[in-house]
């Protein structure tokens, strides 16, 4: 089928197109949301707090919120917290025998657990994360003049945003195509891109000698999404057979096929896990830096020095996104269980004994394709990061997580959108 005909068989199928449709409109429904801002915002303040060092992170978090931070948006916390409560649940899932349970051995139920208790933790979470923002703006005047009472009042706003905006990313997973947390961010992400051309062009202007780092900067986004995509669907095909059968008087002979296995299993999701995880800390000190207690506000502005150094930065950002990769490959994938259904349908990989045998070998593959898949998204990400350190121009290292996220989450949707095309053909 070519490309004009998917595309017609897109605006044809009723179904398929008003799937399409309720993702644009609720994408559409989240920009109205993330700009409407909280009272009492000073914009020119905010604006210039961007450009500064304690702006680096408040960058990241803006990439991490969807765009919702640039305009103090009443979604400006965006599906933060509740990522943050599903890295909990998965960690719980690998601590505790009972969620465990739940999650592998309840389907789809257990599944719907699992996600009702993310929801539910992300709301305290929520107000955790917000009122340290709201405290690290207030100090930096980026909200000036609020009392106790506004402060609260604008608590309880982005916290009720942030829950908006997490029930809008489940209407899209549920009713449309793609998972709708990555489309919320994907679609934050996408909506900066004019201003940031924009602004590359005016600094261009005003400073030619910028052009050598822009026309690597677009090299190096051009390579980055190339490899991306190479690796994304690179696979790892494991040969299975399945054994001898007789139905029917009849006897089918030896059937050979082969289990694909991806070299990134994990996809985006270690970047968003990786930020989630570097934006908290640094949120907290940046709020802890203006304590009366000196020993509070020097440890707090010790660990902001240290996480504002680009080298130091780079590498934790490298060793997480390494780590969330395995660990998230190790919650997707099970060795065990595949191995257990395999078994159970009579296939058997070629010179591998079914059951633990089988077990063991689809762990040491998975571990092995695993690592460069994990080494390769690692250095892509902190890649445009060194460069930034290099340049000293800070939105590299903004633009670089921002070409994975978009990378990854375009090639998921089209995906998604072809599987739905190819089961409606046939």
């Known amino acids: 089928m070519t490309f004009s005909q998917k595309l017609k068989l897109i605006w044809t199928d009723s179904s398929l197109r008003s799937k399409i449709l309720f993702v644009l409109g609720a994408l559409v429904v989240f920009r109205i949301l993330a700009n409407i801002p909280i009272p009492g915002v000073d914009a020119t303040r905010l604006a210039a707090l961007l450009e500064t060092s304690t702006g680096g992170f408040l960058n990241f978090l803006n990439v991490f919120s969807g765009g919702g931070l640039t305009s103090m948006s009443i979604v400006m916390l965006g599906v933060g917290p509740y990522i943050t409560a599903s890295i909990i649940m998965q960690l719980m899932g690998m601590m505790s025998a009972k969620v465990k349970e739940i999650q592998t051995e309840q389907g789809e139920a257990g599944r719907a657990k699992i996600s009702m208790y993310s929801r539910l933790l992300s709301v305290p979470l929520a107000a955790i994360q917000g009122f340290g923002l709201l405290k690290l703006l207030q100090t930096q005047g980026v909200l000036p003049g609020l009392t106790t009472a506004d402060l609260a009042t604008n608590l ?149 020095g240290f996480l504002a150094n680009t080298w130091w930065y780079g590498g934790i950002y490298f060793i997480l996104v390494v780590l969330f990769t395995y ?95 190819t089961m409606r053909e046939y």
């Open 156 to 304: 309880i706003i982005i916290v009720a945003g942030s829950v908006l905006l997490m029930w809008i990313g489940e209407l899209i997973s549920e009713f449309g195509i793609g998972n709708g947390v990555s489309l919320v961010i994907f679609a934050g992400i996408i909506s900066a891109l004019p201003g940031t051309a924009w602004n590359l062009y005016q600094n261009v202007l005003l400073d030619p000698s910028q052009i050598p780092v822009v026309i690597a900067f677009v090299c190096i986004a051009v390579v980055i999404i190339y490899a991306i995509v190479f690796i994304t669907e690179a696979e790892r095909p494991v040969p299975i057979q399945y054994a001898k059968s007789s139905r029917g008087g009849k006897t089918a002979g030896v059937v050979q096929s082969y289990m694909p296995l991806k070299l990134n299993q994990a996809g985006v999701i270690p970047i968003i896990f990786a930020i989630s995880v570097l934006v908290f800390p640094q949120m907290i000190a940046g709020f802890l830096a203006v304590s009366e207690n000196e020993a509070v506000r020097n440890g707090a502005l010790a660990v902001s």
């Open 327 to 421: 660990f998230y490959t190790a919650v997707t994938f099970e060795p065990k269980t595949v191995a257990e259904r395999l078994q159970k349908s009579g296939a058997f990989v070629p010179g591998i004994r079914p059951g633990s045998q089988t077990e063991q070998y689809l762990g040491e593959v998975v571990t092995k394709i695993t690592l460069f898949g994990a080494l390769f998204l690692g250095t892509v990400a902190v890649l445009p990061i060194v460069i930034q350190g290099i340049t000293g121009y800070q939105a590299l290292a903004i633009g670089g997580t921002g070409i994975l996220i978009v990378v990854s989450v375009l090639i998921d949707l089209v995906k998604k959108i072809d599987a739905q095309v």
